[in-house]
């Protein structure tokens, strides 16, 4: 009995708007995809509709899952277009390739998000139970790796690597009790914007204090810098969020109290 080699793939044919379906995406993405030259239609149909292949609907999900692995487009480009310039066989093996380390990643990731989820569960028993959990036990699963390029680029490799020192050397005792510590102050802090408590007020510095002490741990700013770091808090919306979480305003909040710590303590 011969061997049976893969099945020849079906001239099939979908438009924008299926596509656009079939992926979660929009039409107008699409159309970018193509004005950008990562992601050619096929053809176009009566009335100029564009048609996309297998190969096509193959060539998005590679883009999609790079998008969601965080890699921007220019990128994405680069990576497709080497492809391409390989030759078929050699870009189908490439694809491949890359198809398998995206499947790692996304498994990893996927393990990730589950350490997470235990967390929260965990989170939720100790809540329901009244049981305190430990305060390494609350951070478990998490990874800030993701920020390490690019605080690179933004304060060099040389203060990153001591920030990452000091927080090693610290240990897991000492970065539970440290960010127990920073949830205090945030605890602390919100109370204080909740009850309208003004930001020069000596509650809210002798807070502002203990925040300071926790940065000084990984980094020793100054007037200038400590300023400049409650500026992010507010410019950035993932510091936003952090603070935020505590109380609406409470980044706000605290930065206007850092600069009034920075210009009455620091140099």
Request: net charge negative; glycine share 8%.
């Amino acid at each position: 009995m011969p061997g049976r080699g893969p099945r020849p793939e079906r001239d099939e044919t979908w438009t924008i708007d299926e596509v656009a379906r079939l992926s979660g995406t929009t039409s107008r993405a699409l159309r970018h995809y193509d004005a950008i030259g990562v992601l050619a239609p096929r053809g176009t149909a009566a009335g100029g509709r564009r048609l996309y292949g297998r190969a096509e609907l193959v060539r998005l999900q590679q883009i999609l899952v790079l998008r969601e692995l965080g890699v921007d487009l220019a990128t994405i480009g680069d990576v497709l277009r080497a492809e391409d310039a390989a030759g078929p066989e050699a870009a189908r093996r490439a694809r491949l390739d890359l198809l398998r380390e995206h499947r790692e990643r996304l498994l990893a990731e996927s393990d990730r998000f589950a350490r997470l989820a235990a967390t929260v569960t965990s989170t939720l028993e100790s809540l329901e139970g009244g049981s305190p959990m430990e305060a390494r036990d609350l951070y478990a699963g998490f990874d800030n790796s993701q920020y390490d390029a690019e605080a690179r680029e933004r304060w060099g490799d040389a203060a990153v690597d001591r920030s990452n020192d000091s927080w090693t050397r610290l240990g897991e005792d000492g970065q539970a009790r440290h960010l127990a510590e920073q949830d205090a102050v945030s605890r602390g802090l919100a109370e204080c914007l909740a009850a309208g408590v003004p930001v020069d007020d000596d509650r809210v510095q002798a807070l502002v204090a203990r925040h300071y002490a926790g940065i000084c741990v990984s980094w020793t700013p100054g007037r200038e810098s400590y300023a400049g770091l409650g500026d992010m808090y507010v410019e950035d919306a993932r510091f936003t969020a952090v603070y935020d979480k505590y109380a609406p305003g409470l980044a706000v909040y605290l930065r206007d109290a850092m600069r009034v710590y920075a210009q009455a303590v620091l140099r």
